[in-house]
């Protein structure tokens, strides 16, 4: 996969586009598949693979083939090996550019015949993730010339698309949209050959397409000037080194130069397009190694900052982007994603960049000209972020097509009860609320830069009650943990428990709050045995996973309150759950120690948790899983299971376990559940 701008490609590893399989592969240019179809053939078959890789810059992906044997007349006419196959693809500017040499290694003379296959199907790239359309636009019949050919497109938004591909040297024949070439080949020659696929979209004027070695430079150049003006780090320890080095290329990679200056698109390749909070955040961790990145967030984001309520589009005046598509469903409106506004987080999230950005550079001017967009991001959050009057920054999707939840965690069944049903409408999450309580102190520092001292005061105050409310309202009673959302006290959720995430560590790092209280509560000591790392963004806490496995692996969901529990029936715990430093999928019962108040208890058991060689042939090692259930977990599976075991396999019994209590196991006596039981060997 390589990408530059508005333009990816996805290759198989011979350097192909096919349809076959997901059907995701092909050349994208602005959310739209330009050629969905090319192939490279010698003789009528496929060349070998020998190897694929792409380069540091990750601008260059580079393929090597080799011919197998190929017949003439029920003969070898040359033999395996002796043509070697060199592919090198990039993209500029719009454009896929093409290298391919063919090295003759024999000592005879050959006649090749090489083919290239091209089509174009232009679908939308929603429609490759799977949308499905009831009508979409006229293709054109494709055009061939001499060393040209062209496919078309014009499309229910009444704009043409064209894919227009230029061979090099002129092609011997075309056969429909496959180029042929004769070429004889004598000992030790190369020969090269040059393809150049360019993307057209009506409206949009371009530069003449460039040759391959120029735009080969031209890529190498951008690539090394961006990062020419950004701080190098160097380690003592070159694996350090390569690993900064890759970020740093990655990075690179996503970030596209707009008229607003770079914007680090989101990732590749179904989210390469502007999202509001994936470059706030980007740009905020990478403050200190290159501003002029935040400096062209603040700017993409300003420019396109709501100045109107659009229900369809979940857009208010002073609401930041989420997420801007140029596709044909976004310009029809199959889709609300043209510009959509649906992100509770990205508008204080957008002031506090501007704070940080002031603070390290200190640039005013810049500061001073997007001013008006700060104070009505800040407008927005004190009427339409906070549409209750409750001090708190609550979201509820107004579009029919927009997203349910609109946090960090966007997917639709990210927030819920402890007891799995899903949380209704208007949800005021923990961590927009310190994004709110940072960004009001940042908006005030720059108030107080602007010579605005009186709203620079009236700001400070906001916060400081935000934070009185929010450490009286999210913080769980007679409890060391804070609320990952709090909802309308109206709806039926009262008797409920509040859902437990490491989000509300970011939520403590943003408030820099002083309350012991709080920071025991985040201390990876003192956490739940499932709360996994301290800073971890939206994790989980095991106890409070929607989704548990019953005793026969399927899922199932508590029906009672989580605060009822009973003798007979053991509380379904979480689904996942860390087992040695690996996710595992296991349910613990009423026996298991870290249902106990004391989890310093459980973490101590777990630290006895060793590996332990059992006989499956899908790995010859697996470890004990500090759960109660003692449940053996593969090393190869996200999702571990629990499996048979060797009848000594057991570290606390002799004979292995017959506990009644034992949680999501084919048999009872499969494997250890016993978690009060231990053995000298244990200890």
């Known amino acids: 996969m390589v990408k530059s701008d508005d333009t990816f490609a996805l290759f198989n590893r011979f350097g192909d586009i096919q349809t076959w399989g997901t059907g995701e592969q092909g050349l ?7 050629l969905s179809h090319l192939s490279l053939g010698i003789n009528g078959v496929r060349p070998m693979f020998l190897g694929a890789t792409v380069k540091e810059g990750n601008n260059l ?33 719009g454009a896929c550019y093409e290298h391919i040499r063919l090295s003759h290694h024999g000592l005879e003379p050959i006649r090749l015949e090489v083919s290239m296959r091209f089509e174009a199907d232009f679908v939308d790239l929603f429609e490759v993730r799977g949308a499905v359309r009831d009508k979409r636009g006229e293709r054109m019949a494709p055009e061939t010339h001499r060393d040209e050919l062209v496919f078309g497109y014009r499309g229910l938004d009444n704009r043409h698309r064209a894919s227009r591909i230029r061979l090099s040297p002129d092609p011997t024949m075309w056969t429909g949209s496959e180029a042929r070439y004769a070429i004889d080949l004598q000992p030790h020659q190369d020969v090269h050959l040059y393809c150049t696929v360019c993307c057209e979209i009506e409206g949009q004027t371009r530069s003449a397409p460039l040759d391959y070695d120029t735009a080969y430079h031209c890529n190498s150049e951008a690539r090394e000037k961006m990062q020419s003006t950004q701080c190098r780090i160097e380690t003592s320890n070159p694996l350090m080194d390569l690993w900064l080095d890759r970020s740093s290329s990655d990075l690179a990679m996503l970030t596209s130069d707009l008229a607003t200056g770079p914007y680090p698109y989101a ?14 955040i980007t740009a905020r961790e990478y403050l200190w190694v290159d501003p002029s990145l935040a400096r062209g967030v603040l700017a993409c984001l300003a420019a396109t900052q709501a100045t109107m309520e659009e229900p369809e589009r979940d857009a208010e005046p002073g609401k930041i982007l989420h997420e801007a598509r140029k596709c044909e ?24 960049l501007a704070g940080a950005y002031y603070r390290r550079t200190g640039d005013l001017d810049f500061i001073r000209a ?19 009057g409750d001090g708190f920054v609550e979201y509820a999707r107004r579009s029919k097509q927009g997203l349910v939840q609109q946090g960090w965690k966007d997917s639709h069944d990210s927030i819920f009860h402890a007891d799995g ?36 005061s009236k700001l400070l105050e906001e916060a400081s009650t935000l934070k009185q409310k929010f450490q009286a309202q999210f913080r769980v009673k007679r409890s060391a943990v804070m609320r990952l959302r709090w909802t309308d006290t109206r709806s039926p ?19 820099n709050t002083r309350h012991a209280w709080l920071r025991r509560s985040l201390a990876p000591s003192s956490s739940p045995a499932g709360a996994f790392a301290r800073w971890q963004r939206g994790r989980l806490a095991t106890t409070r996973c929607p989704i548990t496995m019953d005793r026969s692996g399927l899922t199932t969901t508590p029906s009672s309150p989580p605060g009822l529990r009973t003798t007979d029936t053991p509380k379904p715990r979480c689904a996942y759950s860390q087992a040695c430093s690996m996710r595992a999928c296991i349910s613990t019962s009423i026996g298991c120690p870290n249902s106990s108040a004391d989890f310093r208890v459980a973490r101590a058991r777990a630290r006895r948790c060793i590996p332990w060689p059992v006989r499956r042939k899908h790995g010859p090692l697996r470890r004990c899983s500090p759960c109660c259930s003692r449940a053996l977990v593969s090393r190869s599976m996200r999702l571990a299971q629990p499996f ?5 396999d057991c570290p606390s019994t002799s004979s292995g376990c017959s506990c009644a209590t034992c949680a999501w196991a084919p048999a009872a006596s499969t494997f250890c559940c016993n978690a009060t039981t231990t053995t000298s060997a244990w200890k």
């Open 329 to 352: 469903m976004a310009h029809t409106g199959e889709v609300p994603f043209g510009r959509y506004y649906g992100t509770v987080d990205a508008t204080p999230l957008f002031v506090a």
């Open 28 to 34: 994208y240019h602005e959310d739209t598949r330009f």
């Open 267 to 280: 990732g590749v390749p179904w989210y390469s397009t502007t999202f509001g909070r994936d470059g706030l």
């Open 61 to 93: 992906l580079i393929v090597e083939l080799m011919n197998p044997d190929l017949m003439v007349d029920c003969r070898v006419a040359v033999p395996k090996g002796e043509v070697h196959i060199f592919r090198a693809k990039l993209l500029w500017d």
């Open 421 to 456: 049903r899903m949380a209704d409408a208007p949800i005021a999450l923990c961590e927009v609320q310190a994004y709110v309580y940072e960004a009001k102190q940042m908006a005030a520092h720059l108030a107080a830069a602007l010579n605005e001292a009186a709203f620079a």
């Open 644 to 648: 048979r075991s060797t009848r000594h």
């Open 370 to 388: 997007i001013w008006p967009n700060v104070l009505a991001a800040l407008n927005w959050i004190d009427h339409y972020g906070d549409c209750d």
């Open 493 to 511: 959720a009262g008797w409920q428990r509040p859902t437990r995430a490491m989000r509300c560590g970011r939520a403590s790092h943003r408030a």
